[in-house]
Protein backbone atom coordinates (compact mmCIF):
# COMPACT_ATOMS: atom_id res chain seq x y z
CA UNK A 1 0.00 0.00 0.00
CA UNK A 2 1.24 3.40 -1.09
CA UNK A 3 2.22 6.56 1.52
CA UNK A 4 -0.76 9.44 0.85
CA UNK A 5 2.22 12.67 1.00
CA UNK A 6 0.43 16.06 1.98
CA UNK A 7 2.49 18.69 0.47
CA UNK A 8 1.75 22.46 -0.03
CA UNK A 9 3.46 26.14 1.44
CA UNK A 10 3.00 26.99 4.89
CA UNK A 11 -1.22 27.50 5.96
CA UNK A 12 -2.42 25.18 2.95
CA UNK A 13 -3.75 22.98 5.94
CA UNK A 14 -1.53 19.77 5.38
CA UNK A 15 -2.04 18.68 9.35
CA UNK A 16 -5.99 19.79 9.40
CA UNK A 17 -6.28 17.83 6.17
CA UNK A 18 -4.27 14.58 6.90
CA UNK A 19 -6.11 13.66 9.87
CA UNK A 20 -9.30 13.91 8.17
CA UNK A 21 -8.28 12.51 5.21
CA UNK A 22 -6.96 9.36 7.30
CA UNK A 23 -9.82 8.69 8.83
CA UNK A 24 -11.74 8.36 5.68
CA UNK A 25 -9.11 6.55 3.69
CA UNK A 26 -9.27 4.38 7.54
CA UNK A 27 -5.22 5.03 7.71
CA UNK A 28 -3.07 6.35 10.39
CA UNK A 29 -1.89 9.73 9.91
CA UNK A 30 1.96 11.41 11.00
CA UNK A 31 3.10 15.08 10.47
CA UNK A 32 6.39 15.33 9.81
CA UNK A 33 6.86 18.55 11.89
CA UNK A 34 5.34 16.56 15.16
CA UNK A 35 7.80 13.98 14.54
CA UNK A 36 10.87 15.90 14.42
CA UNK A 37 9.39 18.24 17.74
CA UNK A 38 9.31 14.56 19.30
CA UNK A 39 11.98 13.46 18.05
CA UNK A 40 14.49 16.68 19.46
CA UNK A 41 12.28 17.49 22.59
CA UNK A 42 12.00 21.04 21.50
CA UNK A 43 9.23 23.18 19.23
CA UNK A 44 10.09 24.18 15.84
CA UNK A 45 10.65 27.70 16.65
CA UNK A 46 13.06 27.17 19.35
CA UNK A 47 14.92 24.45 17.23
CA UNK A 48 15.01 27.16 14.17
CA UNK A 49 16.50 29.30 16.67
CA UNK A 50 19.28 27.23 18.24
CA UNK A 51 20.06 24.78 15.76
CA UNK A 52 19.03 26.49 12.65
CA UNK A 53 17.23 26.05 9.31
CA UNK A 54 20.21 23.80 8.10
CA UNK A 55 19.93 21.33 11.13
CA UNK A 56 16.23 21.39 10.43
CA UNK A 57 16.12 20.64 6.90
CA UNK A 58 18.15 17.49 6.66
CA UNK A 59 16.53 16.11 10.10
CA UNK A 60 13.19 16.98 7.98
CA UNK A 61 14.76 14.84 4.72
CA UNK A 62 15.62 11.75 7.11
CA UNK A 63 12.55 11.70 9.62
CA UNK A 64 10.31 11.72 6.44
CA UNK A 65 12.66 9.01 4.70
CA UNK A 66 12.84 6.65 7.89
CA UNK A 67 8.50 7.07 8.55
CA UNK A 68 8.13 6.45 4.55
CA UNK A 69 10.29 3.37 4.65
CA UNK A 70 10.20 2.33 8.35
CA UNK A 71 5.81 2.44 9.12
CA UNK A 72 2.62 1.45 7.76
CA UNK A 73 1.25 3.19 4.50
CA UNK A 74 -0.36 5.97 6.18
CA UNK A 75 -1.43 10.19 5.29
CA UNK A 76 1.30 11.99 5.74
CA UNK A 77 2.07 16.12 6.46
CA UNK A 78 5.22 17.58 5.20
CA UNK A 79 6.58 20.41 5.95
CA UNK A 80 6.31 23.56 3.14
CA UNK A 81 9.94 23.60 2.87
CA UNK A 82 10.55 19.57 2.50
CA UNK A 83 10.66 19.37 -1.04
CA UNK A 84 13.21 21.93 -1.22
CA UNK A 85 15.37 18.64 -0.88
CA UNK A 86 15.86 17.36 -4.47
CA UNK A 87 16.39 13.53 -2.55
CA UNK A 88 13.15 13.92 -0.71
CA UNK A 89 10.92 14.91 -4.24
CA UNK A 90 12.75 12.31 -6.03
CA UNK A 91 11.89 9.79 -3.12
CA UNK A 92 8.34 10.65 -2.33
CA UNK A 93 7.59 10.80 -5.82
CA UNK A 94 8.53 7.80 -6.51
CA UNK A 95 6.99 6.21 -3.15
CA UNK A 96 4.24 8.04 -2.42
CA UNK A 97 1.10 9.61 -3.75
CA UNK A 98 1.66 13.20 -3.01
CA UNK A 99 -0.77 15.58 -3.10
CA UNK A 100 -0.29 19.64 -3.42
CA UNK A 101 -2.48 21.72 -1.99
CA UNK A 102 -2.44 24.58 -3.29
CA UNK A 103 -3.64 28.29 -2.80
CA UNK A 104 -2.81 31.47 -3.15
CA UNK A 105 -0.15 33.64 -1.33
CA UNK A 106 -1.83 36.02 0.08
CA UNK A 107 -4.96 33.57 1.41
CA UNK A 108 -1.81 31.56 3.10
CA UNK A 109 -0.62 34.98 4.49
CA UNK A 110 -4.01 35.40 6.22
CA UNK A 111 -3.79 32.13 7.48
CA UNK A 112 -0.67 32.16 9.22
CA UNK A 113 -0.30 35.34 10.18
CA UNK A 114 0.41 35.75 13.84
CA UNK A 115 1.44 32.59 14.39
CA UNK A 116 4.30 31.19 15.98
CA UNK A 117 5.74 30.21 12.75
CA UNK A 118 9.49 31.22 12.07
CA UNK A 119 8.91 31.68 8.55
CA UNK A 120 5.78 33.51 8.62
CA UNK A 121 7.23 37.19 10.45
CA UNK A 122 7.90 39.07 7.39
CA UNK A 123 5.32 39.26 4.23
CA UNK A 124 7.68 40.09 1.46
CA UNK A 125 9.73 37.29 2.08
CA UNK A 126 7.00 35.00 2.67
CA UNK A 127 6.04 36.14 -0.69
CA UNK A 128 9.35 35.52 -2.00
CA UNK A 129 10.01 31.57 -0.73
CA UNK A 130 6.50 30.48 -2.04
CA UNK A 131 7.67 31.77 -5.24
CA UNK A 132 10.64 29.45 -4.98
CA UNK A 133 9.00 26.80 -3.75
CA UNK A 134 6.09 26.58 -5.99
CA UNK A 135 8.17 24.31 -8.47
CA UNK A 136 9.02 21.73 -6.21
CA UNK A 137 5.44 21.46 -5.70
CA UNK A 138 4.79 21.51 -9.77
CA UNK A 139 7.23 18.96 -10.06
CA UNK A 140 6.33 16.19 -7.56
CA UNK A 141 2.43 16.36 -6.97
CA UNK A 142 0.61 13.43 -8.56
CA UNK A 143 -2.80 15.51 -7.19
CA UNK A 144 -2.94 19.39 -7.13
CA UNK A 145 -6.17 20.32 -5.28
CA UNK A 146 -7.37 24.07 -4.63
CA UNK A 147 -6.99 24.29 -1.20
CA UNK A 148 -7.95 28.12 -0.89
CA UNK A 149 -11.70 26.37 -0.50
CA UNK A 150 -13.59 24.66 2.97
CA UNK A 151 -11.77 21.91 4.00
CA UNK A 152 -14.80 19.84 3.61
CA UNK A 153 -14.90 20.42 -0.36
CA UNK A 154 -10.89 19.83 -0.36
CA UNK A 155 -10.85 16.80 2.09
CA UNK A 156 -13.79 15.29 -0.37
CA UNK A 157 -11.58 16.25 -3.95
CA UNK A 158 -8.35 14.45 -2.38
CA UNK A 159 -9.89 11.49 -0.58
CA UNK A 160 -11.60 11.17 -4.72
CA UNK A 161 -8.10 11.42 -6.16
CA UNK A 162 -6.19 9.49 -3.89
CA UNK A 163 -8.50 6.51 -4.58
CA UNK A 164 -8.68 7.53 -8.01
CA UNK A 165 -4.69 7.11 -8.09
CA UNK A 166 -4.70 4.03 -5.55
CA UNK A 167 -7.00 2.12 -7.67
CA UNK A 168 -5.29 2.66 -10.60
CA UNK A 169 -1.66 1.67 -9.23
CA UNK A 170 -0.02 -1.89 -9.55
CA UNK A 171 -1.21 -4.39 -6.66
CA UNK A 172 2.50 -4.18 -4.82
CA UNK A 173 2.30 -0.33 -5.11
CA UNK A 174 -1.42 0.35 -3.80
Same mark, same amino acid.
Given at each position: MSWVVLTGYMGAGKSTLGRD???????????????? %??? #????????? @???? %??WFRRTEERTIRG???? %?????? @??? +? +??? %???????????? #???? *??? #?????? *??????????LATDHGRFIRRYGRRRPAFEETAHVVVDASRPIEIVAAEVEAAVRERLAAAPSDQA
Open positions: LAARLGRGFIDSDDRI %EMD #AGIDIPTIF @ASKG %EVIVTD %EPAGVL @AVG +G +GAL %ESARTRDFLGRS #AVVV *WLD #ADADVL *WGRVTGSARP
